[in-house]
């Protein structure tokens, strides 16, 4: 049994059959398995150091704190954020977006200024920033696709100017299986004084993050889709720019002092942790990443790499079927995305769960990406890192049943 094989033993919820079939769980891209190891420091949590942080001096208490913190460091070091501080404990990728959306977006843009995003956003990253130029009177623009689906940077050169004040974009898409050149455009936008903010929920589980290389202001990404419990994910920005926001939200555990009219508020990160946090979802994302750390992330990469490698060819090969974003396997994160001539994705999805396939169908929260690529939803299929050729051979099988059931390509 290889190295990889072996990862599968830790994710018991993969050796059930579903509909009386091998489970082969293909949705990572909404939301990854949890391994044994992460479950039994989130229990451990609870059956022994469970307490609310910073408030009491009491050893449940501290130990609380104390683990909450090193989960804190230990997200700094997964990404090489410069220090704790600018490491902000949120629900997920939605929440800190919003977060920024809602305060250093509110300071900064004014009527007429630009917001510059690309055509792939999800909507976590889409619709806060379309709501905030509306408020604002600011412009909203999108930068295109290449004809293979990567992100345009030459449209991105034109589309960034003097008035951008915030570009966002995603550092790999949910849709497309690309990743995006978050650093180059981060160097265009330096260049015209706008601060970058990188959508990471479908980059931090599957390649090596690397904040200060990438020279991004703001970072955000979702524990749930990297194997840690739902409910916690991280805003990462850089401290200068955390020191000047303002609050996201107010309350208790935010404040250093408070007076019958006024509020000094704490020093990032508490400043925009307000009341009781998710303390065992930090512990578990903590779990997570040290579960990476030792597979490593270059190789999770590589064995991601190898099953689109596996997948591509053999779907491109398939007669009725398209394919959507690039075509080699080199260009393409563990997503893949497609659909099946003359079939709505969600009766394909209905057809593959019968063979015990978990896939994903719809427009995946990016309806703008779907009426640019003409259509109105796909097939998504997306790997981990416990997934193998024996799930692809499975997809592929189904793929087959499946045109063969509708009679595909014969009427
Ligand atoms: N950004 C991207 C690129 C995403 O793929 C998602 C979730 C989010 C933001 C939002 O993350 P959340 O954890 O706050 O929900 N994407 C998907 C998906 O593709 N299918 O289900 C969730």
């Not at 704490?266 to 903590?286: H, R």
């Not at 990476?292 to 090969?317: G, N, S």
């Not at 079939?343 to 015990?356: F, Q, R, S, Y």
Request: overall charge negative; aromatic content about 6%; glycine content about 8%.
């Amino acid at each position: 049994m290889n190295s990889w094989e072996k990862v599968r033993d830790d994710f018991p919820i993969l050796k059930q059959r579903v509909n009386g079939e091998r489970l082969a769980y293909l949705d990572n891209a909404a939301t990854a398995q949890r391994p044994t190891p992460v479950l039994n420091d989130l229990l451990h949590f609870y059956q022994h150091d469970n307490a609310n942080v910073h408030r009491g001096v009491h050893t449940l208490a501290m130990r609380a704190t104390e683990q909450y913190e090193t989960a804190r460091q230990t997200v700094q070091h997964f990404i090489n954020a410069q220090s704790p501080k600018e490491i902000i404990f949120t629900k997920g990728t939605t929440d800190g977006l919003n977060l920024i959306a809602s305060t250093y977006g509110r300071e900064h843009i004014h009527a007429g200024d630009e917001i510059v995003i690309s055509i792939a956003e999800h909507h976590s990253n889409l619709v806060p920033w379309q709501q905030l130029a509306i408020e604002k009177h600011a412009v909203l623009k999108y930068i295109g696709l290449t004809a293979d689906g990567e992100l345009d940077l030459n449209d991105a050169q034109q589309k960034i100017t003097d008035k951008t004040k915030i570009v966002a974009v995603t550092h790999a898409s949910n849709v497309l299986g690309t990743a995006t050149p978050l650093k180059e455009i981060t160097s265009i936008a330096h260049q015209h004084g706008a601060v970058v903010v990188g959508d990471g929920a479908q980059a931090a589980p599957h390649l090596a993050v690397d904040v200060t290389d990438l020279g991004v202001d703001f970072y955000a990404f979702s524990g749930h889709k990297m194997m840690s419990a739902m409910g916690i994910g991280v805003l990462y920005g850089r401290q200068a720019l955390l020191a000047q926001m303002r609050p996201y939200q107010f309350g208790g555990e935010m404040i250093s002092t408070v007076k019958r009219q006024s509020t000094i508020f704490a020093d990032p990160p508490y400043k925009f942790e307000a009341g009781t946090q998710n303390v065992a979802g930090a512990i578990s994302l903590a779990s997570a990443i040290k579960y990476l750390d030792q597979l490593d992330m270059d190789k999770v990469k590589q064995h991601e790499q190898q099953l689109v490698k596996a997948t591509l060819p053999r779907l491109l090969a398939e007669d009725h079927v398209t394919v959507y974003g690039p075509h080699d396997p080199a260009k393409h994160t563990g997503v893949i995305s497609f659909n099946i001539e003359g079939l709505h994705p969600h009766d394909v999805a209905t057809a593959l769960d019968m063979e015990g396939i978990a896939v994903r169908a719809g427009h995946h929260c990016a309806e703008p990406l779907m009426t640019e690529l003409g259509t109105t939803a796909t097939v998504r299929a997306s790997f981990y890192l416990y997934n193998n050729l024996d799930d692809v051979d499975q997809l592929i099988h189904g793929i087959q049943e499946t045109k063969e059931f509708f009679h595909v390509g014969t009427i």
